[in-house]
Structures are given as structure tokens and as C-alpha cells.
């Protein structure tokens, strides 16, 4: 997806925390956000990080690093439902739109 | 009812027949997109619209065309499907305020044979 790369899929287990990562190519743009996605269904916004550092949202928490091009989507507390696909995604250049990676998989275990 | 709503929510149909995918809003936005979603590849971009008369191409838009009917209706058509059209397809609305991200359709699940 537009050079934005993640892991394919990851695993963890229940009331664990995972971590997922998302590297992308820098190119003058702001922000990332993350979608949560369920098989079969569309994707649902989670978190926006327009500026570097830590954002926390209950279990949910996003962090941004501009300079390096890297973000990642930390899940604490894992439940069953978690399980699902996680798309980051950048402004693209059409103005706002968005360029989405591959997304990860996650799947959690009991 | 969906802020979002796409129909059908599946479908399939013949190599060379000529398909439209529908959508609505209710959201009140001036901006909708057309997304195609195929494993390993994430989602990319069709096309784009940000008012009733305007209409732009995104990433893959060869072999399709758009039509936007009303604020609210945004209408994807393949001219002639060809099986590697086989995908999910989203539409997608979003405000001028970009930090909400956007609102998706439920999807449509369209299958050329």
C-alpha cells in the first residue's frame, strides 16, 4: 500500500497486550490514523496522531514518530473481540484522502 | 439506519456485464470515495468526489467510472467486469475536518465469473 508496511499477521492472548507496528515513507504529510477492522466488515476509526508522542484512548493507545516514519497501535488487556484486522493510514496526495497499508491481523487466542 | 449505506452487499455476475454499485449518506458530507480492498494489498483508491460536480480519478481507476448523483449518492459503475474486479468494495465519506478520518459503508462483496 503505497510504501506503508506492517506486520501480516500477529497473535496474542487474551488479556495480554500487543504491540503493532507501522513504518511508512515520510514525505512532508501529518498525521496517521488506525482503523480497526472485522472480517467481512468495514473499517472503524480508532485513533488520529497529528503530533509525536503517546495518545490514549482506554485500551487502546497510538503513538507517532514524524521524523522516523513509524507509528504503533498498543492494545492492552486483550479481549476476544479484538481480534481483527488493523490498518494504519496516511494522508495521501490527492488532499484528504488516505493511503491505507495492508493492514495486520490479529488474532487473539484464550 | 447506516450513516453509510451500500447496495448490494453482494453480488455476482459475468465477465462483460455492466454492474453499478451504489451509495448513500446520510452524514451531511461533501466528500465521498470509492475504495477496492483485496488481500495483501489493503485499500486503494478509485475515485473521489468532493462536491456534486466534482470528480476525480484515485490510484486504479481504469475500468470504472463514477457518477455523482446528489450530495448524498455517490454511484460506482464497471463498465464491462473482468474477474480480476473481484473484490470488496468500500465507499467512504468524510468531512472537511480530516482528524475524524472517515465514515465507511458496510461494503459490497462483488464476484466476476
Known amino acids: ?110 | 439506519d447506516a450513516d453509510v449505506t451500500q447496495t448490494p452487499r453482494n453480488r455476482i455476475t459475468k465477465t462483460g456485464k455492466r454492474i453499478m454499485l451504489e451509495c448513500s449518506q446520510t452524514k451531511g458530507h461533501d466528500r465521498m470515495y470509492w475504495y477496492r480492498q483485496d488481500p495483501g494489498l489493503g485499500l486503494r483508491l478509485i475515485y473521489y468526489s468532493f462536491d456534486v460536480k466534482d470528480i476525480n480519478k484515485g490510484e486504479i481507476s481504469d475500468g470504472y467510472s463514477v457518477s455523482r448523483q446528489a450530495q448524498a449518492k455517490f454511484s460506482l459503475s464497471l463498465e464491462s467486469a473482468i474477474p480480476n474486479q473481484t473484490a470488496l468494495y468500500f465507499c467512504a465519506t468524510s468531512d472537511l475536518d480530516r482528524d475524524y478520518g472517515y465514515t465507511f459503508g458496510s461494503g459490497t462483496r462483488l464476484t466476476v465469473v
Not at chain 1, 503505497?2 to 501529518?30: H, K, L, R, W
Not at chain 1, 522516523?68 to 497501535?73: D, F, H, R, V
Not at chain 1, 498498543?74 to 484522502?97: F, I, T, V
Open chain 1, 1 to 110: 500500500g503505497q510504501n506503508i508496511d506492517q506486520p501480516t499477521e500477529m497473535t496474542a492472548t487474551e488479556g495480554a497486550i500487543v504491540q503493532i507496528n507501522c513504518t511508512y515513507q515520510t514525505s512532508g504529510f501529518n498525521g496517521l490514523f488506525w482503523y480497526q477492522q472485522h472480517a467481512g466488515e468495514a473499517p472503524t476509526f480508532l485513533s488520529y496522531n497529528v503530533l509525536d508522542g503517546l495518545e490514549e484512548k482506554g485500551r487502546f493507545s497510538s503513538f507517532l514518530s514524524r521524523s522516523k516514519g513509524y507509528s504503533y497501535l498498543l492494545l492492552k488487556e486483550l479481549q476476544m473481540k479484538d481480534s481483527a484486522s488493523y490498518l494504519c493510514a496516511r494522508p495521501g496526495d490527492y488532499g484528504q484522502n488516505f493511503v491505507f497499508g495492508p493492514g495486520t491481523r490479529l488474532s487473539v487466542l484464550p
